[in-house]
C-alpha cells in the first residue's frame, strides 16, 4: 500500500451541528461543496470535526455520511483514532465496512505512552484492517510526540503509509521524511507549512482553510504539481493571512465562526467549544472580506 491517494488538499471537514444534532443536510452539501471546488480529499471526523464531542454512534454515522455522499469522487480519510486502541479498533473496523478508504489515527491523547507503547498502538490497529492508515501526531493536542525514529519503525508496516505532521517542527518533519523514505506521505497539519514542507518533500495538506477557500488551495496544489513555484509561493502567501487568522483561537472555533458568517452553515459547537470571542470574530472578517466570503 502506499499514500499516494491522500497526496494534495486533503480538508479537514468541520462537523455542522443543528439544535444539537448532526446537521446531515448541511454535512452533505459541505461535501458537495469540496468536491466540485477541486479538493483532492476530505477528513471526516478529525480534530476540526470536534470527533472528541461526538458520541461513538455519531462518529460512525458521520463516516458514513461523508463515504456516501463522495460517491467515490475522492477518498475519505476517515478520523477513526482514540486513546483507547480497542476504541480505535471499533472506529476502524467500521470505517472500513463502509466503505471509507483510509485511516486517520490520532496519536493516543491524556494517557501519554511511551514510543514503544505507540508503535505497539499502531501496529494492533494495523492488524485489524486491510485499510491504508495515516498517522496524526499533533502533539500540541495529545501530550505525545512520535518521534521520527518509531514513524520509521511504523513505516516498516506495510498498511501504514503516512502521517499528517503537525508538531510545527519543520526539522522534525525533514528528519521523518529523511528516516522514511520517499514512498511514505508525510503531509502538513498546518495551513501554514504547507509550502515549506512541500519544498523538503512533503506531499499536500491536511486542510482546515480548505473548508472556506477549497478552490483557491486547489488551484495552488495545481500550480505546485505543474512545476509553477512561482504562482505557488504567490498564492500561499496571499492566503497565509487568512490561515492565521482562523487560528486566533482554538480550533475549529475561528472556523466554524467564519462558516457562519459566510452563512454556510449554522455556526453551533459544542462544548467546551464555544463561540470565539467577539476580538477573534473582528479579526477574522477583513480576511472574509478579503476573499470575497462576506
Not at 517542527?169 to 502538513?188: A, H, K, W, Y
Not at 498546518?190 to 486547489?218: C, E, H, K, Q
Not at 505546485?224 to 512561482?230: C, I, K, P, V, Y
Request: aromatic share 6%; charged share 20%; hydrophobic share 40%.
Amino acid at each position: 500500500m502506499n499514500g499516494s491517494i491522500f497526496e494534495g488538499i486533503v480538508t479537514a471537514l468541520v462537523t455542522p451541528f443543528k439544535n444539537d444534532e448532526v446537521d446531515e443536510e448541511a454535512l452533505r452539501r459541505h461535501i458537495r461543496f469540496q468536491i466540485e471546488e477541486g479538493v483532492q480529499g476530505i477528513v471526516p471526523c478529525g480534530t476540526t470535526g470536534e470527533s472528541p464531542t461526538l458520541s461513538h454512534d455519531e462518529h460512525k454515522r458521520v463516516i458514513s455520511v461523508a463515504v456516501d455522499e463522495a460517491k467515490g469522487q475522492v477518498p475519505v480519510l476517515a478520523g477513526a483514532g482514540s486513546n483507547s486502541t480497542r476504541e480505535a479498533v471499533d472506529f476502524a473496523v467500521h470505517a472500513a465496512k463502509v466503505g471509507a478508504d483510509g485511516l486517520l489515527m490520532v496519536a493516543p491523547y491524556y494517557n501519554k505512552p511511551t514510543q514503544e507503547g505507540l508503535y505497539q498502538h499502531y501496529r494492533a490497529i494495523s492488524e485489524t484492517v486491510n485499510l491504508p492508515i495515516v498517522i496524526y501526531n499533533i502533539p500540541g493536542r495529545c501530550g505525545v510526540n512520535i518521534l521520527p525514529d518509531t514513524m520509521a519503525r511504523l513505516a516498516e508496516i506495510p498498511n501504514i503509509v503516512g502521517v499528517k505532521e503537525a508538531t510545527g517542527d519543520l526539522n522534525q518533519m525533514i528528519r521523518t521524511i529523511e528516516l522514511c523514505g520517499p514512498d511514505f506521505l508525510v503531509t502538513s497539519g498546518d495551513d501554514g507549512l504547507t509550502l515549506p514542507l512541500l519544498a523538503v518533500g512533503g506531499r499536500g495538506v491536511i486542510s482546515v482553510a480548505s473548508n472556506l477557500i477549497p478552490g483557491p488551495m486547489a488551484e495552488m496544489w495545481r500550480a505546485w504539481t505543474s512545476g509553477d513555484l512561482a504562482k505557488t509561493r504567490a498564492m500561499f502567501f496571499r492566503m497565509l493571512p487568512l490561515f492565521r487568522a482562523l487560528f486566533v483561537e482554538t480550533n475549529p472555533m475561528p472556523l466554524k465562526a467564519a462558516l457562519g458568517l459566510c452563512g454556510r452553515m449554522d455556526p453551533y459547537m459544542r462544548l467546551p467549544m464555544c463561540q470565539p470571542s467577539e476580538a477573534a470574530i473582528e479579526t477574522l472578517k477583513p480576511h472574509l472580506r478579503d476573499w470575497g466570503l462576506i
